[in-house]
Nanobody
Framework: QVTLVESGGGLVQPGGSLRLSCTAS????????INWYRQGPGQERDLLAT???????YYADSVKDRFTISRNSAENTWYLQMSSLKPEDTAVYYC?????????????WGQGIQVTVSS
């Protein structure tokens, strides 16, 4: 079992930066990849970025060159560094963990955290 907790959200002005954290506890050795998603009002949940181990593997076009996914393995924490934020980045952001093949096949979600970009 893995528990994910997001932090670092809040209100930021357009053009500003914010760093989201996703801290895992429990069977963290089973985590193969972490994804960051977001869901805006009335919208579907969209995949933004993926990291495998320490290597970023995917960025959505909408966030490429503005967002960076990374990992602090010693603290079981993954980050989404967001810069040049736009009002359309306003959403609830979620981290999601997929397990490696040597562990039970599970998908875990954090509770989500609000990011609001507004002047």
């Amino acid at each position: 079992q893995v528990t994910l907790v997001e932090s670092g959200g809040g209100l930021v002005q357009p053009g500003g930066s914010l760093r989201l954290s996703c801290t895992a506890s429990g069977d963290t050795i089973c985590i193969e990849r972490i994804n960051w998603y977001r869901q805006g009002p009335g919208q579907e949940r969209d995949l933004l970025a993926t990291i495998l181990g320490d290597d970023p593997a995917y960025y959505a076009d909408s966030v490429k060159d503005r967002f960076t996914i990374s990992r602090n393995s010693a603290e079981n924490t993954w980050y989404l560094q967001m810069s040049s934020l736009k009002p359309e980045d306003t959403a609830v952001y979620y981290c999601n963990a997929l397990t490696r093949s040597s562990c039970p096949n599970e998908i875990y979600w954090g509770q989500g955290i609000q990011v609001t970009v507004s002047s």
